[in-house]
């Protein structure tokens, strides 16, 4: 029974981390109605007024080649919004077959009755998979991820276009390029009107001071006039900055237009394009395979994992040797701002004694490796941080 208890499997606790896997889809989703809706909006209006004004213009008299001239603009655009809804049920039905995979994903981890089942190994082989192709998007290795989702048959599991995306309009502004981060604000400025973000302004602002650094003063004045000006409410004081940037050249030293003209904020504004993106689309700022592996780090993680006698690779004096995935070189630096594993029962070795700078060994452990290293009767070296003290500083512990 208490195998059992040990192996049974929590479907609950796997779904902590699989939020994004449908919420991404719901997103995608809910874009692609609101912009149908918008798209058969504006056409119903058009069409509505324009087959008003070619009623009442034939009624009054005007000739039927323009009338016919007028229903043909008509068809003409109505049949260009049949064109764009037959583009975006397309991407619809693709969402639809995304989401229903994924959930069936799902389901299938509620089937599987134990830890120990080979379903289990099948399904976490798939969820790690996903994990990696998640971490090689963000990565920025777009043709490596899409290789290895198709070789695994996982393209349905996984965002291939939502990242290669992000990733495309993030160089475009580590080049120094705003038009297409300005093109996907204007794409989605229904859904970043809900969230207090800056990114097109910021956008503008890097457009403005682009127009002085050229010397371009009146267009510099007039895109201030055009697109920042309607900021003034939340962004009052970066404005009033911005308009005495005009009185300082590309290599004044002054603060803070010394800043505004450094090339640094081209790396700002891609950080703050990609911080933009994974919150509307509700996607975690790590890679998931890091929150994963976070999640088991903080299991193992000991304070000795971070000292600077954690191991031989980092004191020279040290004689032991570790295989503690934490203190290894890939994995220390992640698991530094861990919390500790909370452990109820302490494992302490037979006969315990503690040394003058408090560490506790093993009375055997401890000659044994004093008498291997060659050191003289009546020493003892510590075998983490190499120190030599003599055995009669060595204290016996008890343990209540």
């Keep these: 029974m208490a195998e059992l208890t040990t192996t049974k499997l929590n479907a609950e606790s796997h779904l902590l981390l699989e939020q994004p896997l449908l919420r991404l889809p719901y997103e995608l989703s809910r874009k692609n109605f609101k912009s149908i809706q918008r798209s058969f909006e504006r056409e119903r209006d058009h069409v509505l007024s324009a087959l008003k004004a070619t009623a009442n213009a034939s009624l009054s008299g005007q000739s039927a080649p323009q009338t016919l001239s007028s229903l043909d603009n008509m068809i003409s655009r109505m049949q260009g919004l049949k064109r764009k809804m037959e583009t975006l049920h397309q991407e619809e039905k693709v969402l639809q077959e995304h989401s229903r995979s994924r959930i069936q994903h799902l389901k299938d981890l509620y089937e599987i009755p134990s830890l120990a089942d080979v379903k289990y190994d099948e399904w976490s082989r798939v969820r790690l998979n996903r994990l990696l192709v998640d971490y090689l998007l963000r990565s920025g290795y777009s043709e490596s991820a899409r290789a290895l989702a198709r070789e695994k048959g996982i393209e349905a599991l996984v965002d291939l276009d939502?990242?290669?995306?992000?990733?495309?309009?993030?160089?475009?502004?580590?080049?120094?390029?705003?038009?297409?981060?300005?093109?996907?604000?204007?794409?989605?400025?229904?859904?970043?009107?809900?969230?207090?973000?800056?990114?097109?302004?910021?956008?503008?602002?890097?457009?403005?001071?682009?127009?002085?650094?050229?010397?371009?003063?009146?267009?510099?004045?007039?895109h201030a006039q055009k697109y920042i000006a309607p900021h003034t409410d939340t962004h009052s004081t970066e404005i009033l900055i911005a308009a005495a940037l005009l009185a300082f050249p590309p290599e004044t030293q002054a603060e803070p237009y010394r800043s505004m003209y450094s090339s640094s904020r081209w790396n700002a504004l891609a950080d703050l394009f990609v911080k933009t993106h994974h919150e509307l689309f509700s996607l975690p700022a790590q890679p998931l395979l890091h929150i994963a592996l976070s999640a088991g780090l903080s299991a193992l993680k000991t304070p000795s994992c971070h000292s600077a006698y954690a191991s031989s690779s980092s004191n020279a004096s040290s004689s032991t040797t570790t295989v503690c995935p934490i203190c290894s070189t890939e994995l220390n630096e992640l698991a530094r701002g861990l919390p500790y594993a909370h452990h109820t029962k302490s494992y302490v070795e037979n006969d315990p004694v503690v040394l003058p700078n408090g560490r506790i060994y093993g009375r055997d452990r401890l000659m044994q490796m004093s008498a291997k290293v060659g050191l003289e009767n009546g020493q003892v070296k510590d075998p983490t941080t190499g120190e030599i003290f003599g055995s009669t500083e060595v204290r016996k512990v008890y343990i209540l």
Excluded at 179 to 186: D, E, K, N, T, V
Excluded at 207 to 222: C, N, P, V
């Design 162 to 222: 939502v990242f290669v995306q992000c990733h495309r309009i993030e160089e475009s502004l580590r080049n120094c390029d705003t038009a297409q981060g300005l093109a996907w604000c204007a794409e989605h400025k229904p859904m970043m009107k809900k969230t207090s973000n800056n990114l097109e302004f910021q956008l503008r602002l890097q457009q403005y001071i682009e127009l002085r650094r050229d010397g371009k003063l009146l267009e510099a004045s007039h």
